[in-house]
């Protein structure tokens, strides 16, 4: 089974310094899509790309947040000068939209993010 | 601010007892999605149901869609200790709209 995977599972990390999360999609899906969840919260689109293209950013998405996908298939999703308010699990899915019967989104495991 | 926000926040049922699960939604969309997600783990997709349907079902879950009262409800039907977990509901308004908007989730308790 080739699902959504999402590297690391978990990271520690200390306040102002930098991370980056892996997400591989599904092999053939063109969209991949970043979200945050925090406790007892339902996740918070950050921004998807349609191939390489990134589409749409959040405004949750600061100047500290970057995300890639440079040739289309994988992509990262780097925080600079980590804050405590960063501490949130990080959702990657990917979906094969825009074709009409394709929206369904399928999630990875997400990336458990601790900012002591 | 969430899109979605689902009623009740918590739910705690006996096995074999029904579980409904409700969503409103603010704006008009396209679909509406059904998650489910264990503590601590990625969400599961449920169920889509289109803006133009009204009812699905799948296995032991039904889902329906009022556009006109922009809400949506989940019923799982002979629930399982294994059903417990939080059920999320996700609103998109196109297929070219990209992003899914999420509420906050109704924790479900089956207690065998």
């Known amino acids: 089974d080739t699902g959504v995977s999402q590297d690391p599972r978990h990271k520690i990390t200390k306040r102002g310094q930098n991370v980056t999360f892996r997400c591989d999609p599904i092999?053939?899906?063109?969209?991949l899509y970043w979200y945050r969840q925090t406790l007892g919260q339902g996740p918070e689109f950050l921004t998807y790309?349609?191939?390489?293209?990134?589409?749409?950013k959040s405004r949750l998405l600061s100047d500290r947040f970057s995300a890639e996908r440079p040739k289309g298939s994988f992509s990262t999703l780097e925080i600079q000068r980590t804050e405590q308010g960063d501490s949130a699990m990080y959702l990657c899915?990917?979906?094969?939209?825009?074709?009409?019967?394709?929206?369904?989104?399928?999630f990875g495991p997400g990336t458990r993010l601790l900012v002591l | 601010s969430q899109q979605g926000e689902e009623d009740p926040q918590a739910l705690s049922i006996q096995e074999g007892e029904n579980a409904t699960m409700n969503c409103s939604y603010k704006?008009?969309?396209?679909?509406l999605q059904w998650y489910r997600q264990n503590s601590g783990r990625g969400l599961v997709h449920l169920i889509l149901?289109?803006?133009?349907?009204r009812e699905k079902h799948s296995g032991r879950l039904r889902v329906t869609l009022d556009t006109s009262k922009k809400s949506s409800s989940l019923l799982i039907t002979a629930s399982r200790a294994a059903d417990t977990a939080s059920y999320f509901c996700?609103?998109?308004?196109?297929?070219?709209?990209?992003?899914?908007?999420f509420g906050d989730g109704t924790t479900l308790t089956v207690k065998p």
């Open positions: 899915a990917s979906s094969l939209a825009p074709l009409a019967d394709q929206e369904t989104q399928y």
């Open positions: 092999s053939e899906h063109n969209r």
């Open positions: 790309f349609q191939n390489e293209a990134q589409l749409e």
């Open positions: 704006t008009s969309i396209n679909n």
């Open positions: 149901i289109r803006s133009n349907e």
């Open positions: 996700a609103t998109s308004k196109g297929t070219n709209a990209g992003k899914s908007t």
